[in-house]
């Protein structure tokens, strides 16, 4: 079928075919677990009102899907099974205020998160445990720099943040007693982050092979954070936010992306403490 034929027909089905009472969150095939929380506390919270709502199920999910347990697996759907009434909604609903609240993050963590168990402080090795006085401070690596693309995007001066971060960090919560950096690229931070070791009593990097899993209940079960742009980040501090109800605790880069909004993230929570500027602008470090 020609191309414009195919558009002309697709257009067709959404206007008089796609009416069918459910309707399908449409998963980026790029997506990873931040982003699938956002679909998935809109589809659970949309299903607790009544409404027909899952999310397709994608090959990233699969990683994801045994640590959450039967009620994730009632939130997806395999594409085979895609019907063809079905409505389909593309789009992600991560938007802070426009697309939910702290009330709306607090019954998705208390009636889906907290029941798999995902988020049980066992879970977290003694070693990781934060006491009141530790700093979690949460560095994005993986494929923010092995992509390129990703890297002109989401990239900046981690150490010109860093300093920042821990300098309102200790505004907001004392003296830091010891930082622990959690991070998919921890040996890079070893080998360029040891000047942490200068604000804080004792220094610790998270290099004992835990599963991202892991590392998401050590910024939960923290409460103070330094948080990475990053959608996984995010979600640490909305349960650290919830758990220990001192959201200004929660230290976020006002930065998220340079193609988007100017930059600004639209993810944070307004009640976090927020690093709007660091010395480089966010720019793209030399």
Same mark, same amino acid.
């Given at each position: 079928? @020609?191309?414009?034929?195919?558009?002309?027909?697709? /257009?067709?089905?959404?206007?008089?075919?796609?009416?069918?009472?459910?309707?399908?969150?449409?998963?980026?095939?790029?997506? @990873?677990? *931040?982003?699938?929380?956002?679909?998935?506390?809109?589809?659970?919270?949309? /299903?607790?009102?009544?409404?027909?709502?899952?999310?397709?199920?994608?090959?990233?999910?699969?990683?994801?899907?045994?640590?959450?347990?039967?009620?994730?697996?009632?939130?997806?759907?395999?594409?085979?099974?895609?019907?063809?009434?079905?409505?389909?909604?593309?789009?992600?609903?991560?938007?802070?205020?426009? @697309?939910?609240?702290?009330?709306?993050?607090?019954?998705?963590?208390?009636?889906?998160?907290?029941?798999?168990?995902?988020?049980?402080?066992?879970?977290?090795?003694?070693?990781?445990?934060?006491?009141?006085?530790?700093?979690?401070?949460?560095?994005?690596?993986?494929?923010?720099?092995?992509?390129?693309?990703?890297?002109?995007?989401?990239?900046?001066?981690?150490?010109?943040?860093?300093?920042?971060?821990?300098?309102?960090?200790?505004?907001?919560?004392?003296?830091?007693? /010891?930082?622990?950096?959690?991070?998919?690229?921890?040996?890079?931070?070893?080998?360029?982050?040891?000047? !942490?070791?200068?604000?804080?009593? #004792?220094?610790?990097?998270?290099?004992? *092979?835990?599963?991202?899993?892991?590392?998401?209940?050590? !910024?939960?079960?923290? #409460?103070?954070?330094? !948080?990475?742009?990053?959608?996984?980040?995010?979600?640490?501090?909305? !349960?650290?936010?919830?758990?220990?109800?001192?959201?200004?605790?929660?230290?976020?880069?006002?930065? @998220?992306?340079?193609?988007?909004?100017?930059?600004?993230?639209?993810?944070?929570?307004?009640?976090?403490?927020?690093?709007?500027?660091?010395?480089?602008?966010?720019?793209?470090?030399?």
């Amino acid at each position: 079928m @020609h191309w414009r034929a195919r558009k002309a027909f697709d /257009r067709c089905q959404d206007r008089w075919v796609r009416r069918g009472p459910r309707t399908v969150l449409w998963t980026q095939p790029t997506a @990873h677990l *931040g982003n699938f929380l956002y679909d998935w506390m809109h589809a659970w919270d949309m /299903r607790r009102r009544g409404a027909d709502v899952v999310c397709l199920r994608t090959p990233a999910m699969d990683r994801w899907l045994p640590v959450f347990g039967a009620a994730a697996a009632e939130l997806v759907v395999d594409a085979r099974d895609v019907r063809l009434t079905d409505r389909r909604e593309k789009g992600l609903h991560n938007e802070f205020g426009p @697309h939910f609240d702290e009330q709306d993050l607090a019954r998705f963590i208390e009636g889906f998160l907290e029941p798999s168990g995902m988020l049980d402080l066992e879970r977290v090795p003694t070693a990781l445990r934060a006491g009141e006085q530790d700093v979690v401070v949460n560095v994005r690596r993986g494929d923010y720099v092995s992509n390129e693309a990703n890297w002109r995007n989401y990239g900046f001066d981690v150490d010109d943040y860093l300093r920042v971060a821990l300098a309102r960090s200790v505004e907001v919560g004392g003296p830091v007693g /010891r930082i622990i950096v959690v991070s998919d690229g921890i040996e890079w931070c070893r080998q360029h982050l040891s000047w !942490l070791a200068g604000h804080c009593e #004792s220094l610790q990097f998270e290099d004992t *092979g835990q599963p991202p899993e892991v590392h998401l209940a050590v !910024l939960a079960h923290a #409460s103070r954070l330094v !948080l990475a742009n990053s959608t996984f980040s995010y979600w640490g501090g909305y !349960l650290s936010a919830w758990r220990s109800r001192r959201p200004e605790q929660v230290v976020a880069p006002w930065f @998220h992306i340079r193609t988007d909004l100017g930059g600004a993230a639209w993810q944070l929570d307004p009640r976090w403490s927020i690093v709007r500027d660091i010395p480089t602008g966010w720019a793209l470090p030399d």
